[in-house]
T-cell receptor, first 108, second 115 residues
Framework: LAKTTQPISMDSYEGQEVNITCSHN???????ITWYQQFPSQGPRFIIQ???TKVTNEVASLFIPADRKSSTLSLPRVSLSDTAVYYC?????????FGKGTMLLVSP | GAGVSQSPSNKVTEKGKDVELRCDPI?????LYWYRQSLGQGLEFLIY????????KSGLPSDRFSAERTGGSVSTLTIQRTQQEDSAVYLC?????????????FGPGTRLTVL
């Protein structure tokens, strides 16, 4: 069961790039790494998923080193509306595990 | 377009009573998940249904918790003899593929308060 560790909180300003790192030292061969975003009083929303190397979509990039023991979610040019909790999820065919989440606060 | 819906949105009950929470997944999604989120905490996996396979119940915290999925669609999570520590937001999600590889679409959750 792969556990994840993320920073509890991060602060940023509008227009900056934000990088959130998740550690998952016990990641298994079959595990994928997925990131979700959650606003207050809402369910989480999928951001990006990857297995290795780099994945990019219209919202974010995900960097995964060769050993896959960590991953970094990169949000380019954040805005106030990016203020939310970001979860790192690592899982396989067994119990899913969400990290504690990182509370990102974007200020003007 | 219909997303994942959950009912009720809020439920207040007395300690010792049974409650039923309902989840309507996105049509055609084969996988359905239940999570629990306590105030200020992350998501705790409870149970996972995939197609007609036996559900993965490994996350259920006690035998007071049970869930079923009828006809591969609607799911109900039942909590018997509720306790105050059961107070939380219960989230349901569905996906097209099984487990982590498929994007999970979450419902708005049911906020359960046990007095």
């Amino acid at each position: 069961l792969a556990k994840t560790t993320q920073p509890i909180s991060m602060d940023s300003y509008e227009g900056q790039e934000v990088n959130i790192t998740c550690s998952h030292n016990n990641i298994a061969t079959n595990d994928y790494i997925t990131w979700y975003q959650q606003f207050p009083s809402q369910g989480p929303r999928f951001i990006i998923q990857g297995y290795k190397t780099k994945v990019t979509n219209e919202v974010a990039s995900l960097f995964i080193p060769a050993d896959r023991k960590s991953s970094t979610l990169s949000l380019p040019r954040v805005s106030l509306s990016d203020t939310a909790v970001y979860y790192c999820l690592v899982g396989d065919s067994s119990t899913l595990t969400f990290g504690k989440g990182t509370m990102l606060l974007v200020s003007p | 377009g219909a997303g994942v819906s959950q009912s009720p949105s809020n439920k207040v009950t007395e300690k010792g009573k049974d409650v039923e929470l309902r989840c309507d997944p996105i049509s055609g999604h084969t996988a359905l998940y239940w999570y629990r989120q306590s105030l200020g905490q992350g998501l705790e996996f409870l149970i996972y249904f995939q197609g007609n396979s036996a559900p993965d119940k490994s996350g259920l915290p006690s035998d007071r918790f049970s869930a079923e999925r009828t006809g591969g669609s609607v799911s109900t999570l039942t909590i018997q003899r509720t306790q105050q520590e059961d107070s939380a937001v219960y989230l349901c999600a569905s996906s097209q593929l099984g487990q982590v590889r498929g994007e999970q679409f979450f419902g708005p959750g049911t906020r359960l308060t046990v007095l």
